[in-house]
């Protein structure tokens, strides 16, 4: 079972649409084993974001991650990481397709709305960055018998 860790953006929250974007996941039968509200620090930002340091964008991104309250939040379910990104839409807006949570709630690629994992290796390291062990929950549904 996959686990990988969303975050919903400040714009999001800012927009009132964390219930929505958080219900698309939960409707598509992913499971929710984690979730907070944390305003993300310079630091964590820089981390969570490592790998794009240096990219024109890197500043205006730390600076707007860090600008508002976030929702950490990690989804298990088989698959969990594929299914979360194409859920998602392009990281751009403007190419992602209807029915995606960008393609549908978003405009602008600076302002897309969430993060989502994007390979087995990284949802690790970035769930580490968010949530301890005992922050993570590990229970059964009733349902999960019906589909695995
Ligand atoms: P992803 O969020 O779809 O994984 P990444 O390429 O990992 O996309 O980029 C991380 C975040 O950086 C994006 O979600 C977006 O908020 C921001 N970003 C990426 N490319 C640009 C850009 O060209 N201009 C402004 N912001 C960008
Ligand atoms: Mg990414």
């Not at 686990?3 to 996941?25: C, F, M, T, W």
């Not at 039968?29 to 964590?44: F, R």
């Not at 600008?67 to 939040?73: G, Q």
Request: hydrophobic content about 45%.
């Amino acid at each position: 079972m996959d686990k990988s860790l969303v975050l919903i953006k400040p714009d999001a929250i800012q927009r009132g649409l964390a219930g929505e974007i958080i219900s698309r996941l939960e409707n598509r039968g992913l499971k929710l084993v984690a979730m907070k509200m944390i305003q993300m620090d310079v630091a964590l930002a820089q981390k969570h974001y490592a790998i794009h340091k240096g990219k024109a964008f890197f500043e205006e991104l730390v600076n707007f991650i860090t600008s508002s309250p976030i929702i950490a939040v990690v989804l298990q379910g088989e698959n969990a990481i594929q299914i979360i990104r194409k859920t998602m839409g392009d990281t751009d807006p403007a190419k992602a397709l209807p029915g995606t949570i960008r393609g549908d709630l978003g405009i602008d690629i600076g302002y897309n709305l969430i993060h989502g994992s994007d390979s087995q290796a990284n949802a690790v390291k970035e769930i580490d960055l968010f949530f301890s062990a005992d922050e993570i929950h590990d229970y059964c549904k009733d349902v999960d018998k019906w589909i695995s």
